[in-house]
């Protein structure tokens, strides 16, 4: 086989045969084989071999020219072209003259290099650089064309109320980004995030204290090297005292739940309800229950003292009255005075 010259960068001779294409690797049966750079020329040439290059007359060794496609998943499409062909032979790629089937055709991928990884086959390589790979070269869906993360700052604030008891403080409270790990809210209430652009969604952990609102936490656009910001307000719950009246009549009481009275921590006097219960909002604390004395009737209390009341929760204190028997009319009190 006669040496095959690549001319880069410039046209070729009139009277020699050029084939002319993009994006080549071409190599020779015998070894010799080059491929384009991103600063060659945007074509190749292959000439005949001849005097000036170490030439000779045509033979049939083959050479193969792989080209590269824009498909990056079958990056290249194999030609195979004898030197017959080179010496004029054939007409387009695909179509050889009568006689000269085998001057041209083309064979798939076989003989050519396959690609590596590469940005946009949906695996990221950290060894190219890669920080991300969605299977795309589209910017702007945060990974860019470049298959680097695109990203931005999520700013999650928190806001604490506490005035109905409460005590917990910012760090008392976590969230999650898109249904992610559990974040715990930093002792200033503000969590900035480098997160990747695009929508988000940021919830937090209920608690049975707090009520919980959010100011622009749903479908959050992160702008690109922007910010975008999500308030969550906690508001402690107040709570329910509820004190209970049972009332036993079995020796001839006649007295009912509204004739007796009860106040909290030394407060003003109140009357309990018909039904004998009476459910107090009440901010969160510890709280006493007492209840005035009622004649002809004994006092016992249940979870009265010291009562603990949680915000959004309950505690209940019982307080219960026994009528007294009244004397046995067949008996009396003999007074002796000396």
Sequence with gaps: MSLHRILTNRRVRTGFYVFVIANLLISGSNGFSRTNSAAAAPFFSIEQGNSENNGGGGGSSPI???HA???????YQTIHVSENAISGHFLNPGTPKSGHEED???????GCPTIGPYCGDNVTSPGLGETC???NNTPGDGCSDECLLETGTLIVKKVVINDSGGTSSAGNFSFA???GSSIVFKADGQNDLTIITGLHTVTETADSGYTTTYDNCTDVNVP???TATCTITNDDKEGTLIVKKTLIN???GTNT???FSFQVNGGSLQSFESDGQNDLTINAGTYTISETSAAGYTTSYDNCTEVYVPNGGAATCTITNDDIPPPDPTTGTLIVIK
């Design 224 to 226: 690109l090297n922007g």
């Design 177 to 179: 980004v898109d249904g």
């Design 250 to 252: 079995d020796d001839g």
């Design 257 to 259: 739940t509204e004739n």
């Design 64 to 66: 193969t020219i792989c």
């Design 133 to 135: 790979d969605d299977g």
């Design 104 to 110: 041209l055709y083309f064979e798939g991928t076989v």
């Design 69 to 75: 496609t824009s498909n990056q998943l079958d990056p």
